[in-house]
Nanobody, 121 residues
Framework: QVQLVESGGGLVQPGESLRLSCVASGSISRIYTMDWYRQAPGKQREMVASITTGGRTNYAKSVKDRFTISRDNGKNTVYLQLNSLKVEDTAVYYC???????????????WGQGTQVTVSS
């Protein structure tokens, strides 16, 4: 079993920055993708950023050039740097990993519990 724990959310003013972290624990054998999603009240969950094992990144158009996803394989951690935050960035941010484990070679998807980001003046 794999557990993902996000942290780093909070209340900030427009234009400020936050850094989210997602730490994984458990018997991970191989990581395929590490993604960040977000869900605002009354809206569907949407992909914000993703990074592959090779370091290839992809961003939603709404956050490109403001958010940066990165990973630390040695710490089993993925980060999301949020710069120039806007009110519309307010949402619960979730990390999602696609991995195989030491006990199961089948690809599995795991989600964290989410961390709240609120941007307000």
């Amino acid at each position: 079993q794999v557990q993902l724990v996000e942290s780093g959310g909070g209340l900030v003013q427009p234009g400020e920055s936050l850094r989210l972290s997602c730490v994984a624990s458990g018997s991970i054998s191989r990581i395929y993708t590490m993604d960040w999603y977000r869900q605002a009240p009354g809206k569907q969950r949407e992909m914000v950023a993703s990074i592959t094992t090779g370091g290839r990144t992809n961003y939603a158009k709404s956050v490109k050039d403001r958010f940066t996803i990165s990973r630390d394989n040695g710490k089993n951690t993925v980060y999301l740097q949020l710069n120039s935050l806007k009110v519309e960035d307010t949402a619960v941010y979730y990390c999602k990993w696609v991995v195989t484990t030491e006990t199961d070679p089948v690809l599995e998807t795991y989600w964290g519990q989410g961390t709240q980001v609120t941007v307000s003046s």
